[in-house]
T-cell receptor, first 118, second 109 residues
Framework: DTEVTQTPKHLVMGMTNKKSLKCEQH?????MYWYKQKAKKPPELMFV???????INESVPSRFSPECPNSSLLNLHLHALQPEDSALYLC?????????????????FGPGTRLTVL | EDKVVQSPLSLVVHEGDTVTLNCSYE??????LLWYKQEKKAPTFLFML????IEKKSGRLSSILDKKELFSILNITATQTGDSAIYLC?????????FGKGTRLSVIA
């Protein structure tokens, strides 16, 4: 299995809803990432998990809450979002080469979840 | 602040043309440079470059890195309409991936 899967593919939610985005990979990768991509812009990094621990939070508002329950799964919990949060949310993973030094290798992206906040 | 700049931002060519896309960067603790192709959804990985002067090739696509001058180029020969996409350059440094704004390539028949 050499892919990253994301569910749902599309999500429409109101500003008072609570929803979650899910990401899964079975490549044995130990780093997982959430990106947000607005139309006609490059992806922007939100969070990085390394060995199931949050290692980078790019000053993301608390209405986005990541969770990494195990090495294969990454969730993004959404609560009280704003219409400007509408975007494509991309998950990615990369391999840890070991040897005690974490080096970011090439990231493999999932297909994304297109989120619309009304 | 880490920065990746791509040029041109958009390009229109005819089928069969050869194109060169540019990516320059200013980052701290450079690790690698990656090229992605993005069509309608998620970026798909093309190349990862870590060493200067070593060309990577995949079919009609090739790429090379110059770590002294801090840039990379992506070449596409004999372009086809299926090459139409946004090509993203990204650099791994202190931040896991810093993306450029992309080059939007349109190949017309």
């Amino acid at each position: 299995d050499t892919e990253v899967t994301q569910t749902p593919k599309h999500l429409v939610m109101g500003m008072t809803n609570k929803k979650s985005l899910k990401c899964e990979q079975h490549m044995g990768h130990r780093a997982m990432y959430w990106y947000k991509q607005k139309a006609k812009k490059p992806p922007e990094l939100m969070f990085v998990y390394s060995y199931e621990k949050l290692s980078i939070n790019e000053s993301v508002p608390s209405r986005f809450s990541p969770e990494c329950p195990n090495s294969s799964l990454l969730n993004l919990h959404l609560h009280a979002l704003q219409p400007e949060d509408s975007a494509l949310y991309l998950c990615a993973s990369s391999q840890d080469p070991g040897a005690g030094v974490f080096v970011y290798n090439e990231q493999f992206f999932g297909p994304g979840t297109r989120l619309t906040v009304l | 602040e880490d920065k990746v700049v791509q040029s041109p931002l958009s390009l229109v060519v005819h089928e069969g043309d050869t194109v060169t896309l540019n990516c320059s960067y200013e980052v701290t603790n450079f690790r690698s440079l990656l090229w992605y192709k993005q069509e309608k959804k998620a970026p798909t990985f093309l190349f990862m470059l870590t060493s200067s002067g070593i060309e990577k090739k995949s079919g009609r696509l090739s790429s090379i890195l110059d770590k002294k001058e801090l840039f990379s180029i992506l070449n596409i020969t004999a372009t086809q309409t299926g090459d139409s996409a946004i090509y993203l350059c990204a650099v791994e440094a202190n931040t896991p991936l810093v993306f450029g704004k992309g080059t939007r390539l349109s190949v017309i028949a």
